[in-house]
């Protein structure tokens, strides 16, 4: 039988420990009321420093920019909303010059009309600007001036080299409507018919031809197509970086007295511009299709060179794909609950056939006697004794 030992300590050492204690307490209180205080302190100076700042910064912009607004206001109904010429907006830059030089936080001020023109000006006061527009030494204000295009196409119809590049295919046609038509009644362009098309253009950049029932173009269908006797139209070639024709880009217009303002060669210049952006991202196109093709190509070569090595599995790196693609499809049809909300984009699709692909193309560096084996992989040390061996030691050792 056990018997109890009671331990007594001296009358000063329980004082002193209860002191302590208490004195603990109380410090960490008074820490807790004084952080939560200051605190409470920082938080409401920081929100009266945030309203000062929004009041003064408030104040600020309505003294900079009330005048400016009220420039603005005075600019909306001088002569020069309602000039269409660049002349008769110039004699107005007076206008503009004072209004940049009476508030000196606006570097430009400018007008914009309905029909897409822009006429404006802008301060040049430092370095970077002059610089950035390469002006003159000595420059101070800079004319901006955006003019529109005369002569908007009433349908556009673009030509794309087909895979053989043996002719063009029509690929889309769309008119100022902003309504796409069917291009199946249109024929394909040989390469004979487009040189018929381009010549006598100058370098072979561009033509505007007159269409007309008579004509003995493939173009003419066109006329049917939109309903019309006669059209203008501007024929653009798209060329690759290399100058290989890719493409066909038409413009065309009912108006055919308009021949003479649509063949003004800044207009022309204009529109090769755009065909030539036209032209890049087709070919961009063009090279992305191509890379595509050509690692559907290498995915395909690995899964075939698995299949041959493979004899008693053959073929099965080609059905797991499209079984899989069976499944996901089944499952995006399914009006089970669990898969009423499943769905995946083509990104997803095209990512699940090459994960089908590749399912087992680390088969391709495994030795043909693992792969093959019919049994379990005794005879290569695959070490379970040694790890269990591992386990016992230390099971002993605790």
Not at 82 to 107: A, D, G, M
Request: with cysteine; proline share 3%; net charge negative.
């Amino acid at each position: 039988m056990y018997k109890k030992i009671s331990r007594k300590y001296p009358l000063q050492i329980t004082i002193s420990s209860l002191f302590a204690i208490i004195t603990l307490a109380l410090g960490s209180i008074l820490t807790i009321q004084n952080y939560q205080q200051t605190s409470e302190i920082m938080l409401q100076q920081a929100g009266d420093a945030y309203q000062r700042i929004s009041n003064e910064l408030a104040l600020d912009i309505r003294a900079n920019y009330r005048p400016v607004i009220n420039s603005i206001r005075l600019l909306s109904l001088s002569p020069l909303i309602s000039s269409s010429q660049f002349e008769e907006r110039n004699k107005h830059l007076k206008l503009l010059e004072s209004t940049l030089s009476s508030h000196p936080t606006v570097i430009f001020v400018g007008v914009g009309y309905q029909n897409g023109d822009l006429y404006g000006a802008g301060l040049i006061n430092s370095e970077i600007l002059r610089n950035t527009y390469q002006t003159p030494e000595n420059t101070t204000l800079m004319v901006m001036a955006i003019d529109r295009v005369e002569g908007q196409p009433d349908a556009a119809l673009i030509y794309l080299m087909d895979e053989t590049n043996n002719y063009l295919s029509p690929g889309f046609i769309c008119r100022h409507e902003d309504d796409t038509l069917s291009t199946e009644k249109l024929s394909k362009l040989s390469i004979d018919d487009i040189r018929n098309l381009l010549k006598d253009s100058e370098s072979g950049d561009s033509r505007v031809i007159n269409l007309t029932r008579e004509s003995s173009n493939k173009l003419t269908e066109l006329l049917e197509l939109l309903n019309k006797s006669a059209l203008t139209a501007i024929i653009l070639p798209l060329n690759s970086r290399q100058n290989d024709l890719i493409g066909l880009l038409c413009l065309f217009y009912k108006q055919v007295d308009h021949l003479n303002v649509l063949a003004n060669k800044k207009n022309i210049d204009f529109v090769q511009t755009l065909s030539g952006f036209a032209a890049v991202t087709l070919e961009s196109r063009q090279l992305i299709h191509a890379q595509e093709a050509l690692l559907n190509a290498f995915i395909k070569l690995i899964a075939g060179a698995i299949d041959e090595k493979l004899p008693y599995t053959g073929g099965h790196c080609q059905r797991v794909p499209e079984i899989t693609l069976m499944l996901a499809k089944a499952a995006c049809k399914s009006n089970d609950e669990q898969y009423k909300n499943f769905d995946l984009t083509d990104d997803q699709w095209e990512e699940l056939s090459i994960a089908g692909w590749l399912h087992d193309c680390g088969k391709v560096t495994t030795p043909e006697f693992v792969v093959d084996k019919s049994t379990k992989l005794e005879t290569i040390y695959d070490r379970i004794h040694e790890v269990r061996m591992r386990f016992e030691v230390l099971k002993r050792a605790g």
